[in-house]
């Protein structure tokens, strides 16, 4: 592993590298990013959606662990996920290597990207291929919709900084790994911890609610009121938990 600073200077250069990418592979990537985490979600209710009653913990301790394959592929493979960017373009901004300028469009373009690659799963895989539009998979569409959005704003937003402060670990660990058995081991644990305990993510809720919509059993005011508490948590839980406290503790009267 690298050091911790030497981690956080990783962390800012690839904030940097973030940022200086042209519009079209931002929105490849993004997509990719968006259609990944969809997936990894996918997955995780295909588990817990056969699991019998009384094995539910243990079916959701199972979807949990296959979720992190999303944000494998994105660090590994390739892709850009906005709850990922939160953090590290936000400690390169933080260490006065781009403007906030920068930040927003970044966050912006690969947000709008996410939202892409999350309706497409929704629809064609979801709805079109029948993976969520039927029996026990349609129940589980409706039971994960209707707890998400059961959340309260303030709840939303809380869960969602949960969420982020896992997802910017994961992050941070992969970049401080060496090798990609370590990056995964990484990535892995703190992602499945998240989903394990119920954390909101505005990327993977894009999916659910975008499915349930297709369904009829959600609305567009449903995902908006939803989606914006969750995602400003994210941003909170991002920087707030993770570029922050690592800058501050790292870089900041160090360079």
Not at 14 to 22: Q, W
Not at 37 to 47: A, F, H, N, T, V
Not at 218 to 225: I, P, R, S, V
Request: glycine letters at 14%; hydrophobic letters at 55%; charged letters at 10%.
């Amino acid at each position: 592993m690298y050091s911790p600073t030497e981690t956080a200077e990783i962390c800012v250069a690839k904030g940097v590298e973030k940022t200086r990418k042209s519009l079209i592979p931002q929105l490849i990537l993004g997509f990719i990013g968006g259609a990944m985490i969809s997936l990894g979600y996918l997955g995780y209710m295909k588990i817990v959606a056969i699991t019998p009653e009384e094995l539910l913990f243990l079916g959701t301790l199972l979807g949990a662990s296959v979720f992190p394959i999303g944000l494998v592929v994105i660090l590994l493979a390739g892709g850009e996920l906005v709850t990922g960017n939160m953090v590290a373009v936000s400690i390169a901004w933080l260490n006065k290597q781009v403007s906030g300028r920068a930040v927003i469009k970044n966050w912006a373009i690969i947000t709008f990207a996410n939202f892409l690659g999350a309706v497409f799963v929704a629809y064609f895989f979801g709805h079109l291929v029948g993976l969520t539009s039927s029996g026990a998979y349609l129940h589980e569409i409706q039971v994960v919709a209707e707890a998400k959005l059961a959340a309260t704003p303030l709840q939303a937003f809380v869960s969602g900084i949960g969420c982020n402060w896992f997802v910017g670990l994961g992050v941070w660990l992969s970049y401080g790994c060496k090798d990609s058995a370590g990056k995964i081991l990484g990535i892995w644990f703190p992602i499945m911890v998240f989903v394990l305990l119920g954390f909101q993510h505005s990327v993977a809720n894009m999916f659910v609610l975008s499915d349930a919509m297709l369904e009829g059993y959600a609305g567009l005011g449903d995902f908006l009121g939803n989606i914006l508490p969750v995602y400003l948590g994210n941003i909170v839980g991002g920087v707030g938990f993770v570029s922050l406290p690592y800058f501050m503790s790292y870089l900041n009267g160090h360079h």
